[in-house]
C-alpha cells in the first residue's frame, strides 16, 4: 500500500493546484455525467435536480465520511423499476417518500454495522442471493429498453406503438459506438463511453431530423429547476406499498457499495474499511439518498466510473472530487443544459439502456462466477430458480387493498428467506474475504 500512495499525484488530502484542479474536476464530472442524467430521463424526473443532488450527496458524503474517501456519488441504476412503479401506484411525489425510507434503512445499517460488524450482513446477503436480484434488475428493464428503441412514440400516451426504422437505426449506432468506445478506447476516454455513445446518438439524430431543438431556444441560461420540497411543493403521504417497493433495492446497492469500497481501497492503497469505516461510508450513501429525495432528485450510490477516473489519473484527492460535485451543482441551474438533455430523442437512450441494463444483470451474473457458487448444490440451484422466475415473472402477492408484493421486491424477500432456512448453508460467506474481518467487525469502525 505504502507502494501507491508513493505513485499518487495527488493524495486523498493534497490541495490542487487552480489548473490542475478544474482539469481534474471536469474528468470526474464527464465520467459519471451520461449515467447520472440518463436515469432521471428513464423515470421522468429533471435531470437538473439528478446534477444538484448528485453534487450535494457527493459533498455531504465527504463530510460524513471526515474528507477521507475520494468517492463521487452518481444517479443508482438499482432504483430505476421501483421508481417508474412507484409514480404508477402514486406519482413523483410517492416515489420520493420511498427513495427517502431507503434512505433512512442506509442510516440504520450503518448504525448497526457500527455496534455489531459485518457478519451478520453477510449471512443475510450472501451472493447467491444478491446475484439473482441484480439480473432480475437488469431483466426487468430489457422491455422499456428495447421499446425505447424500436418505437418513436413510446411513453407517449397513444393505443398503439409506431415501429421506426430511423428510430431503431439511431440506436443502433448509438449502441455500436458505445461498445466500440468501451472496447478499444483507452485511459480518459475509455471511461466515457457512454457520454461518447450519446453524443454520437445525438448527431446522428439531428442529421436525421428527430431532435426538437424548441425547448433549447426557450430555456434560459439560469433557470432553477423544479424541485420537489416535501411541505412546500406537495403534501407528502406514507404509504407501505411504496415502501415494500423502495426498500429491498437496498439489498443490491449495499451490496454494490461495498464491492465499491474494497475496489476503491485498492485502488487508493488505503483501507476504507477500516478508516474512516464501512459505517460512515454507508450513512454518506444514505445522506446522498435522503438529499435526493428531498428535493426531487434519483437515489445515489458511488460510481464505478469515477473509481476508474481514479485509477488512470491517480489523482485521490477528495478536493477534486468536491470540485466536480460543485461544478454538477452549477450545471444543474444553467437550463440550457436541461433543455439539451430533455431534447435526447428516446431513441438515444433505448440504444444505451440496451447495453446498460444488460451490463447490470451480467454483473449479477458476475457476482456469482467470482464468488465460485456452486450450482451442484440444489440449495443453491433452489434459491437462484425461486428468485429469477418470481422476479422476472412479475408474481406478486397483494397484502390487502393498498398494498402489495410484487417483481423484484418479493424475489429478494424470498430469496433471503430460502436462504435462512433451507439446509447446507455455506459455514462462512467469502464476500468480505479481502476485509479480514473479525467476528465483532472491529475493522469496520474507527
Not at 474528507?67 to 409514480?87: C, D, E, M, N, R
Not at 468501451?182 to 455513445?197: E, M, Q, T
Not at 456469482?368 to 412479475?394: A, C, P, Q, W, Y
Amino acid at each position: 500500500m505504502e507502494e501507491k500512495k508513493k505513485t499518487a499525484v495527488l493524495d486523498v488530502r493534497d490541495v490542487p493546484k487552480a489548473g490542475q484542479w478544474v482539469t481534474l474536476s471536469l474528468q470526474h464530472l464527464f465520467a459519471m455525467f451520461g449515467a447520472t442524467v440518463l436515469v432521471p430521463f428513464l423515470v421522468g424526473l429533471s435531470p437538473g435536480i439528478a446534477l444538484i443532488s448528485s453534487g450535494l450527496g457527493t459533498l455531504s458524503y465527504l463530510l460524513i465520511t471526515k474528507g477521507q474517501i475520494p468517492a463521487y456519488l452518481g444517479s443508482s441504476f438499482a432504483f430505476i423499476s421501483p421508481i417508474i412503479t412507484a409514480k404508477a401506484a402514486g406519482g413523483p411525489e410517492s416515489a420520493m417518500i420511498g427513495c427517502f425510507a431507503a434512505g433512512l434503512v442506509y442510516g440504520l445499517i450503518a448504525l448497526i454495522i457500527k455496534k455489531a460488524g459485518l457478519r451478520w450482513l453477510m449471512k443475510l446477503l450472501p451472493p447467491i442471493v444478491v446475484g439473482p436480484v441484480i439480473i432480475v434488475i437488469g431483466l426487468s428493464l430489457a422491455g422499456t429498453a428495447v421499446n425505447m428503441a424500436m418505437y418513436k412514440n413510446f411513453g407517449a400516451p397513444a393505443n398503439e406503438l409506431i415501429y421506426s426504422k430511423t428510430h431503431i437505426a439511431i440506436a443502433l449506432i448509438t449502441l455500436a459506438v458505445t461498445i466500440l468506445s468501451s472496447v478499444f478506447f483507452k485511459g480518459f476516454f475509455g471511461i466515457i463511453p457512454i457520454l461518447i455513445g450519446i453524443i454520437t446518438g445525438y448527431a446522428s439524430s439531428v442529421i436525421a431530423g428527430i431532435v426538437d431543438f424548441s425547448g433549447i431556444k426557450t430555456a434560459h441560461w439560469f433557470q432553477v429547476p423544479d424541485f420537489m420540497i416535501p411541505f412546500g411543493t406537495y403534501t407528502p403521504h406514507f404509504s407501505w406499498q411504496v415502501v415494500f417497493i423502495m426498500l429491498p433495492v437496498t439489498i443490491v446497492t449495499l451490496s454494490e457499495h461495498l464491492g465499491h469500497q474494497m475496489v476503491l481501497s485498492k485502488v487508493v492503497g488505503r483501507d476504507f474499511i477500516k478508516k474512516p469505516g464501512l459505517h460512515r461510508s454507508i450513512m454518506g450513501d444514505g445522506a446522498g439518498i435522503i438529499i435526493g429525495s428531498l428535493i426531487g432528485g434519483p437515489p445515489l450510490t458511488s460510481y464505478g466510473e469515477n473509481i476508474g477516473v481514479l485509477a488512470i489519473t491517480r489523482a485521490f484527492s477528495v478536493y477534486v472530487i468536491g470540485g466536480a460535485a460543485v461544478t454538477a451543482v452549477i450545471f444543474g441551474f444553467v437550463g440550457k443544459i436541461s433543455a439539451v438533455i430533455s431534447s435526447i430523442p428516446q431513441a438515444v437512450m433505448g440504444g444505451i439502456s440496451i447495453l446498460l441494463f444488460g451490463i447490470i444483470a451480467s454483473s449479477g451474473l458476475r457476482m456469482l462466477v467470482d464468488h465460485k457458487t456452486d450450482f451442484e448444490s440444489k440449495r443453491n440451484l433452489m434459491i437462484s430458480s425461486v428468485i429469477l422466475v418470481v422476479g422476472v415473472g412479475g408474481a406478486f402477492i397483494k397484502l390487502n387493498k393498498d398494498v402489495s408484493l410484487s417483481g423484484m421486491a418479493l424475489a429478494a424477500l424470498i430469496g433471503i428467506v430460502l436462504n435462512l432456512i433451507l439446509p447446507g448453508k455455506d459455514k462462512e460467506v467469502k464476500v468480505f474475504e479481502d476485509a479480514e474481518l473479525d467476528e465483532k467487525g472491529s475493522r469496520s469502525v474507527s
